[in-house]
């Protein structure tokens, strides 16, 4: 919200200084060609003490994977934070487990296998569920040849 007031401040500055010059003042850009700003948007800095991490780059991210169209909701902003910070401390717990006093790569490397599986998992779950469909079709069809053939009219 600073961001935001300090550029307003500028262009107003701008302007004063245009008129003062004696120049006509430049017409504002016009505010209907950007997005509206969420009020949601802003998040003050007690706001940002609640949680683990800064919310910006968290947002920032999201709305890189998403459609230019989509707007997040702060409750959903927070959620994906809280999300964050119980996945972290997850991994942290799993890397207190590693026996050194040093924790290296390959322990985080173990630490996060099982998230990174994800994808994997996931195409083996699409991969087995369209072999059950062939399967299903593959029953179906022999279904209908029994009973076409050994079943009495």
Known sequence: ???????DAVE???????VDEGEAPKKAPS?????APEAE???????????????APIVRIM??????DKMIRRRVKEAM???LEGLCRKVAKKLNHS????????DFKTAVEAYEMIDSVEQERARIVATLEKVKQDCDS???DVNRKFVSP
């Open 1 to 7: 919200m600073a961001r935001r007031k300090n550029k």
């Open 12 to 18: 107003e500055e701008e302007t004063a200084q245009d």
């Open 31 to 35: 505010k209907a060609a950007e997005p």
């Open 41 to 55: 948007d802003d998040f003050s800095p007690e706001d940002e003490a609640k949680f683990a991490f800064p919310m």
């Open 63 to 68: 709305k890189q994977e998403m459609d230019e």
């Open 81 to 83: 934070n809280q999300w």
């Open 99 to 106: 026996e050194y006093t040093m924790v290296e790569i390959d």
């Open 142 to 144: 022999l279904i209908m």
